[in-house]
């Protein structure tokens, strides 16, 4: 199986546990794995019998702008769930990372992953 990644998307969301977080926002960076068999697009050279990341990239933007969610397990579990359904893909791989998240100490940031196949 073949993989594509779209790695660091980077959106300004509302989502967190607190008020504030949902008011201000923050930085969120995600990272997209789909495995899929790219022979057919390869052979081609053709845009329709590829993974359009153009498409994929809209439904992560979509998803992460346009919704608030509470946790970032959540953002991650919607985005390979939606991918899942909207493209041809075997298996997905969701990396979700709050930058400067509002926990006393020294972090860079929080990451969520989730893997998920069709159902």
């Not at 509470?70 to 579990?77: D, G, H, Q, Y």
Request: proline letters at 3%; zero cysteines; aromatic letters at 8%.
């Amino acid at each position: 199986m073949d993989t594509i990644r779209l790695s660091n998307m980077t959106f300004y969301g509302f989502h967190g546990a607190s008020a504030a977080e949902r008011k201000t926002g923050r930085r969120f960076e995600v990272d997209a794995e789909m495995k899929t068999d790219i022979r057919e697009a390869a052979e081609s050279d053709k845009l329709e019998n590829a993974l359009d990341y153009t498409k994929v990239y809209s439904l992560v933007e979509e998803i992460v702008l346009e919704n608030r969610f509470v946790l970032l397990e959540t953002i991650a579990e919607r985005l390979a769930q939606e991918i899942l359904e909207n493209f041809q893909v075997q298996e997905v791989t969701i990396r979700v990372r709050k930058r400067i998240p509002p926990i006393p100490g020294n972090l860079d940031y929080i990451e969520v992953e989730v893997n998920r196949k069709p159902s």
